[in-house]
Protein backbone atom coordinates (compact mmCIF):
# COMPACT_ATOMS: atom_id res chain seq x y z
CA UNK A 1 0.00 0.00 0.00
CA UNK A 2 1.25 3.35 -1.11
CA UNK A 3 -0.04 6.54 0.30
CA UNK A 4 0.26 10.00 -1.45
CA UNK A 5 -0.93 13.62 -0.18
CA UNK A 6 -2.78 15.49 -2.95
CA UNK A 7 -3.43 18.73 -0.48
CA UNK A 8 -2.22 19.82 3.16
CA UNK A 9 -4.00 22.59 4.71
CA UNK A 10 -3.27 24.01 7.67
CA UNK A 11 -6.55 24.88 9.93
CA UNK A 12 -5.15 26.59 13.17
CA UNK A 13 -8.63 27.69 14.17
CA UNK A 14 -9.49 24.10 14.80
CA UNK A 15 -5.88 23.20 16.38
CA UNK A 16 -5.52 20.46 12.79
CA UNK A 17 -4.10 19.96 9.32
CA UNK A 18 -6.19 18.38 6.80
CA UNK A 19 -5.11 16.45 4.17
CA UNK A 20 -6.45 14.73 0.90
CA UNK A 21 -4.78 11.69 -0.25
CA UNK A 22 -5.08 8.48 -2.49
CA UNK A 23 -4.12 5.51 -2.03
CA UNK A 24 -2.76 2.83 -4.64
CA UNK A 25 -3.41 -1.23 -3.43
CA UNK A 26 -2.45 -3.28 -6.04
CA UNK A 27 -2.20 -6.41 -4.46
CA UNK A 28 -5.20 -5.90 -1.59
CA UNK A 29 -8.62 -5.29 -1.70
CA UNK A 30 -9.51 -1.75 -0.06
CA UNK A 31 -7.34 -1.15 2.89
CA UNK A 32 -9.16 -0.54 6.51
CA UNK A 33 -8.96 2.78 8.20
CA UNK A 34 -6.59 1.40 10.84
CA UNK A 35 -3.90 0.58 8.50
CA UNK A 36 -4.67 3.90 6.50
CA UNK A 37 -4.46 6.09 9.54
CA UNK A 38 -0.69 3.72 10.03
CA UNK A 39 0.29 4.84 6.93
CA UNK A 40 -0.78 8.38 7.08
CA UNK A 41 1.27 9.16 10.77
CA UNK A 42 4.06 7.47 8.94
CA UNK A 43 4.11 10.03 6.43
CA UNK A 44 3.57 12.53 8.20
CA UNK A 45 5.79 11.92 11.20
CA UNK A 46 2.76 11.86 13.92
CA UNK A 47 1.29 9.68 16.31
CA UNK A 48 -1.38 7.28 15.20
CA UNK A 49 -3.85 8.68 17.57
CA UNK A 50 -4.17 11.90 16.22
CA UNK A 51 -5.07 11.30 12.84
CA UNK A 52 -8.89 10.80 12.09
CA UNK A 53 -10.10 9.58 8.17
CA UNK A 54 -13.12 11.87 8.14
CA UNK A 55 -13.80 10.48 4.46
CA UNK A 56 -12.35 7.74 2.26
CA UNK A 57 -13.69 5.90 -1.02
CA UNK A 58 -12.28 3.53 -3.22
CA UNK A 59 -12.43 4.60 -7.00
CA UNK A 60 -14.36 2.12 -8.73
CA UNK A 61 -12.69 -0.36 -11.04
CA UNK A 62 -9.06 0.75 -10.28
CA UNK A 63 -6.88 -0.15 -7.22
CA UNK A 64 -7.03 3.63 -5.77
CA UNK A 65 -8.88 5.18 -3.08
CA UNK A 66 -9.27 8.88 -2.19
CA UNK A 67 -10.13 10.14 0.97
CA UNK A 68 -9.61 13.51 3.27
CA UNK A 69 -8.53 13.04 6.93
CA UNK A 70 -7.26 15.68 9.56
CA UNK A 71 -4.42 15.54 12.27
CA UNK A 72 -4.87 17.30 15.32
CA UNK A 73 -2.10 18.71 17.84
CA UNK A 74 -3.50 16.59 20.53
CA UNK A 75 -5.75 13.64 20.97
CA UNK A 76 -8.27 15.92 23.54
CA UNK A 77 -8.27 18.73 20.84
CA UNK A 78 -9.61 15.72 18.25
CA UNK A 79 -12.68 14.15 21.03
CA UNK A 80 -13.21 18.12 21.67
CA UNK A 81 -13.55 19.37 18.20
CA UNK A 82 -14.13 16.04 15.83
CA UNK A 83 -17.78 14.67 15.15
CA UNK A 84 -18.69 11.89 17.74
CA UNK A 85 -19.57 9.29 14.66
CA UNK A 86 -16.50 9.82 13.11
CA UNK A 87 -13.98 9.41 15.97
CA UNK A 88 -15.98 6.02 16.87
CA UNK A 89 -15.92 5.03 13.17
CA UNK A 90 -11.93 5.78 14.07
CA UNK A 91 -11.48 3.85 16.95
CA UNK A 92 -10.88 7.10 19.67
CA UNK A 93 -13.54 6.90 21.56
CA UNK A 94 -15.91 3.70 22.13
CA UNK A 95 -19.91 4.02 21.33
CA UNK A 96 -21.97 5.06 24.30
CA UNK A 97 -24.89 2.38 24.48
CA UNK A 98 -27.95 4.44 25.04
CA UNK A 99 -29.97 3.58 28.23
CA UNK A 100 -33.46 1.53 27.25
CA UNK A 101 -36.58 3.87 27.76
CA UNK A 102 -38.14 4.38 31.14
CA UNK A 103 -34.93 3.08 33.05
CA UNK A 104 -33.35 5.13 36.06
CA UNK A 105 -29.89 5.79 35.63
CA UNK A 106 -29.63 3.89 39.22
CA UNK A 107 -31.28 0.76 37.59
CA UNK A 108 -29.33 0.80 34.96
CA UNK A 109 -26.12 0.74 37.13
CA UNK A 110 -27.06 -1.73 39.89
CA UNK A 111 -27.14 -5.60 38.80
CA UNK A 112 -29.92 -6.88 40.13
CA UNK A 113 -30.29 -9.04 43.09
CA UNK A 114 -30.72 -12.97 42.42
CA UNK A 115 -34.02 -13.76 44.29
CA UNK A 116 -34.19 -16.19 46.77
CA UNK A 117 -35.61 -19.80 46.60
CA UNK A 118 -39.05 -20.42 48.38
CA UNK A 119 -38.86 -22.39 51.99
CA UNK A 120 -41.31 -24.87 53.16
CA UNK A 121 -43.09 -27.72 51.36
Known amino acids: ME ?11 LKRTDYRFEIAHPESATPTRDSV ?4 AKATQASKDRVVIERMEAKFGTARSIGQASIYVSVDDAKAIAREHILVRNKIIEKVAPAAPGASAEAAAAPAAPAEPAKGA
Open 37 to 40: RAEL
Open 3 to 13: IKILDERPNPL
